[in-house]
C-alpha cells in the first residue's frame, strides 16, 4: 500500500511524502505558492508569512505546515492575494527599496513577486529608514536598508557554508542583520563563494562589481514571472 498522503491545492488533487510541507508539495505538483523566507536546500523558517495558504479555512505558513491527508489548501482566494499583497506592501515600505536605481532589479524576489501580484505602489507611508551600510568586505556589501529578515543568509552561513556569519540583533522594530562578533564585514570568514552571498533574495547582500554583468532587461524575473520554473514543471 502506498504511504503517499493525498490532499487538495484549489481543488487540484496534490501527493506528498510522509514529512513534506504543503510548499514542497506544491512545487513538486507544479503548482507555485508564493515564498521570500523559503529557500530548497534551506531549513524552513516561517518567518516572512507570504507563502500563507488557507488549510481547511484556517492561515498557515505553506512553508513549515506538514501536509495532512485530506486537507484542503485554497493557495488563490481573493481573500489571500490581498492577504499577499499586503504583507508585501509592508516590506516594500519598511526598508529602502528603490528598485529603479537597485542593481538587483530584475533578480529580486520582492520585486518579483510585487509584479507577480500586480503592486504597482505600495499604499503605506515610506519609513525610509536609515540603517548601517557595511562595504568593508572587498568582494560583498551589505546593504541593511534593504533587508527584508528572511533569515536565508543566517541558515546558509550556518548550515551550507558552516560559518555562522550572520545572525539577527535586536528586537521588535530594531531588529537587523548583525554579523558574527567581527564589527565589520571584512574582519569575518565571508568569501564570496559562500552560499550565504548568494542567496539573499532582496539587494541586501550583493557581490560587488558583478551588479551589471547581465542588463536590465535580460534579467531573471525580466524573462519570465517569479513562480513561473515552478508552474512549467507541470504536465500538459
Ligand atoms: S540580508 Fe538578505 S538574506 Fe539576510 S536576512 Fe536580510 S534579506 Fe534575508
Ligand atoms: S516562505 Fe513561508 S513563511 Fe516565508
Redesign the pocket.
Known amino acids: 500500500m502506498s504511504d503517499k498522503i493525498t490532499f487538495t491545492i484549489d481543488g487540484v488533487e496534490v501527493q506528498a511524502d510522509p514529512g513534506q510541507t504543503i510548499l514542497q508539495a506544491a512545487s513538486l505538483a507544479g503548482i507555485y505558492i508564493p515564498r521570500l523566507c523559503a529557500r530548497k536546500g534551506l531549513e524552513p523558517h516561517g518567518s516572512c508569512r507570504v507563502c500563507t495558504v488557507l488549510i481547511n479555512g484556517r492561515p498557515q505558513a505553506a512553508c513549515t505546515q506538514p501536509a495532512a491527508p485530506g486537507a484542503v489548501v485554497d493557495n488563490s482566494s481573493e481573500k489571500l492575494v490581498m492577504f499577499r499583497k499586503n504583507l508585501i506592501e509592508m516590506l516594500f515600505v519598511e526598508g529602502n527599496h528603490f528598485c529603479p536605481v537597485c542593481e538587483k532589479s530584475g533578480n529580486c524576489e520582492l520585486q518579483a513577486l510585487a509584479y507577480r501580484l500586480g503592486i504597482a505602489a505600495p499604499k503605506y507611508p515610506f519609513q525610509f529608514p536609515i540603517r548601517d551600510l557595511d562595504m568593508s568586505h572587498p568582494d560583498v556589501m ?1 546593504d541593511r536598508n534593504r ?8 541558515r546558509a552561513s550556518r548550515d551550507l557554508d558552516g560559518k555562522h556569519v ?1 545572525d539577527f540583533i535586536g528586537r521588535g522594530p530594531h531588529r537587523r ?1 548583525g554579523i558574527d562578533t567581527s564589527a565589520r564585514l571584512k574582519d569575518t570568514k565571508l568569501d564570496v563563494t559562500d552560499q550565504a552571498a548568494e ?4 539587494g ?2 550583493m557581490k560587488k562589481r558583478v551588479g551589471y554583468a547581465v542588463p536590465i532587461g535580460k534579467r531573471l524575473f525580466d524573462e519570465k514571472p517569479i513562480g513561473s520554473e515552478i508552474e512549467n514543471r507541470q504536465t500538459p
Open positions: 551589505l533587508c527584508i529578515l528572511c533569515a536565508r543568509c543566517v550572520f542583520i542567496l539573499c533574495p532582496v541586501a547582500i
